[in-house]
């Protein structure tokens, strides 16, 4: 499917402006600059209850300028009006659904299982492309079947305002693994700046589903350890939106997930050395412990005042049932 004009979608409220409500991509030509076809890329937008971004994110898939998109939206039986979103924009979607899933990774893996693109990403339905994001990319990077690209990603507050951009710095296995000196220090690669070859993704297993915080970490992981180059574009690819109810915002969770993950990968990696396996391992131990007793302190004023986890859980029920009655 060729993207659809500003002109052809649905006109946005009055008070929604700018990118990607009334601004569009530059149109690319129906033919690469060597008169190939263009690959097909496949996107797939997994949502559930996200009516709030969701047409945001959808528009701004649509709107990239790209003649050869295979766009899906698979949600995940919502309860709110993100169905009836969805449906304002069902003549430019390649398939839709919304019905009850196992979760994102699920709904990821089908998405991109019923994809015919050589190339493939996945937006979630409160992130968003980049205005032009596939034309500069077509433009100025290359469809290599045996490599990952990864491009720059903003992240924007819940209102879509600008906060701060980091440059990836994950070259190798062990840039991956080395969760304080570089995934934690502004290197980390951020989901939707990537694009992928669909079959790469198949060919590694995809996302693991029992992994709902951190699939991509792991997908990255599998990339590296398949010797999966990664191609670094410079290109200005998408935005990561940070708000209250994502799942990331579990600080808790996400980390204690990544550190398991990172700790799998580590027993994967059948060339490391047993020396460096057992360094990592105690590097992963000791970035927990010092990461627990930090947000430990930051959780709240009686946790700040140095008095012990337990005391401080006990104090915070009984506070809550007081304010209850």
């Known amino acids: ?39 097909r890329i496949t996107i797939v937008t997994p949502s559930f209850n ?3 971004f969701i047409e945001e994110t959808i528009r701004s898939v649509l709107l990239q300028g790209y003649p050869n ?13 993100s169905v009836e979103i ?9 398939y839709w659904m919304s019905e009850p899933d196992s979760g994102q990774s699920d709904a990821i893996n089908r998405g991109l299982k019923m994809g015919s693109g050589l190339f493939a990403t996945w937006i979630n339905s409160d992130d968003l492309l980049e205005k032009e994001a ?11 079947e045996r490599e990952v690209y990864v491009g720059l990603c903003s992240y924007v507050d819940q209102m879509g305002n600008y906060k701060f951009t980091r440059t990836p710095r994950v070259h190798s296995l062990n840039d991956l693994l080395s969760v304080e000196k570089v995934w934690r220090s502004g ?21 693991n589903l029992e992994n709902h915080y951190t699939m991509d970490y792991e997908l990255w992981g599998k990339f590296l350890l398949a010797e999966i180059p990664f191609r670094y574009t410079g ?8 708000h209250s109810q994502q799942k990331t915002a579990d600080g808790y969770r996400q980390t204690r997930a990544m550190l398991k993950t990172a700790a799998k990968l580590v027993e994967e990696a059948h060339h490391l050395p047993k020396e460096r396996k057992a360094e990592i391992h ?14 430990w302190k930051d959780s709240g004023r009686l946790a700040k005042l140095g008095l012990s986890p337990m005391i401080v859980t006990l104090l915070r029920k009984i506070t809550a049932q007081l304010i209850k009655r």
């Open 1 to 39: 499917m060729r993207c659809p004009t500003l002109k052809e979608l649905p006109s946005p409220l009055k008070e929604k402006m700018g990118w990607p409500w009334t601004e569009e991509s530059k149109q690319l030509s129906d033919q690469m600059p060597d008169g190939r076809a263009w690959p």
């Open 50 to 52: 996200q009516g709030v």
């Open 69 to 81: 998109l295979e766009y899906i939206v698979l949600d995940g039986a919502s309860t709110d009006n």
């Open 86 to 94: 969805i449906k304002k924009y069902e003549p430019w979607l390649s």
């Open 134 to 144: 596939l034309f500069s990319h077509g433009m100025k990077a290359e469809f290599n």
């Open 187 to 207: 290197g980390n690669i951020v989901q939707p700046e990537v694009l992928f070859p669909r079959s790469l993704f198949f060919e590694v297993g995809g996302l």
């Open 235 to 242: 290109i200005k690819f998408a935005r990561a939106r940070n």
């Open 282 to 295: 105690k590097e992963l131990c000791q970035y927990w412990d010092t990461w627990e007793k930090t947000s």
